[in-house]
């Protein structure tokens, strides 16, 4: 940047000279207005002369400038490849470290034994019925009561005597 053409010149120029009628009026009769005017004023035209002094620096203090910041930015670059590198790293280590923990004696969830309940079937139910009350030897008119009497008196049959008939079940 060339020391004789400053670009904030206008602006304070601008902030310092502009004005509006009413505003100038109410400065002009309120002093603590005049002096906060006059602390921007100054404020103003110390970052104009700190602008002015930081633009005429010499060339060698750039110079030192972007190699800073191209080294710092080599810094950044390589922390960020060593991250990118160690960041998959870990996460296989914690992977292994779970597997071999996962592995590890008294770690398991004990597993109850699960009860297998046979499901009842109504229908073969009343196959099996209809099969004992065949068996027993009562006579057809009786079956039905026979089948009555079974369910309420500890499934004992009427007469149990079945040398005439053949034995055959449905019974698994």
Same mark, same amino acid.
């Given at each position: 940047?060339?020391?004789?053409?400053?670009?904030?010149?206008?602006?304070?120029?601008?902030?310092?000279?502009?004005?509006?009628?009413?505003?100038?009026?109410?400065?002009?009769?309120?002093?603590?207005?005049?002096?906060?005017?006059?602390?921007?004023?100054? !404020?103003?035209?110390?970052?104009?002369?700190?602008?002015?002094?930081?633009? *005429?620096?010499?060339?060698?203090?750039?110079?030192?400038?972007?190699?800073?910041?191209?080294?710092?930015?080599?810094? *950044?670059?390589?922390?960020?490849?060593?991250?990118?590198?160690?960041?998959?790293?870990?996460?296989?280590?914690?992977?292994?470290?779970? !597997?071999?923990?996962?592995? !590890?004696?008294?770690?398991?969830?004990?597993?109850?034994?699960?009860?297998?309940?046979?499901?009842?079937?109504?229908?073969?139910?009343?196959?099996?019925?209809?099969?004992?009350?065949?068996?027993?030897?009562?006579?057809?008119?009786?079956?039905?009561?026979?089948?009555?009497?079974?369910?309420?008196?500890?499934?004992?049959?009427?007469?149990?005597? *079945?040398?005439?008939?053949?034995?055959? *079940?449905?019974?698994?």
């Amino acid at each position: 940047m060339n020391s004789n053409e400053n670009t904030h010149d206008p602006l304070v120029e601008r902030a310092v000279v502009s004005f509006d009628l009413a505003a100038e009026h109410h400065i002009a009769k309120c002093q603590p207005c005049q002096a906060e005017r006059d602390r921007v004023e100054d !404020a103003l035209r110390q970052f104009a002369a700190a602008n002015r002094e930081y633009a *005429s620096r010499p060339e060698n203090f750039w110079e030192i400038q972007a190699a800073r910041i191209g080294s710092a930015r080599k810094e *950044s670059e390589a922390r960020s490849r060593r991250t990118m590198a160690l960041v998959p790293s870990v996460a296989v280590l914690l992977l292994a470290a779970g !597997a071999i923990l996962g592995r !590890a004696p008294g770690m398991h969830p004990v597993a109850t034994p699960k009860v297998v309940t046979a499901q009842v079937d109504p229908d073969h139910e009343l196959l099996l019925e209809v099969e004992r009350a065949i068996q027993a030897d009562t006579p057809r008119a009786l079956e039905p009561a026979t089948l009555m009497v079974e369910e309420s008196e500890g499934n004992m049959p009427l007469n149990t005597s *079945s040398e005439r008939k053949e034995i055959r *079940s449905h019974e698994n």
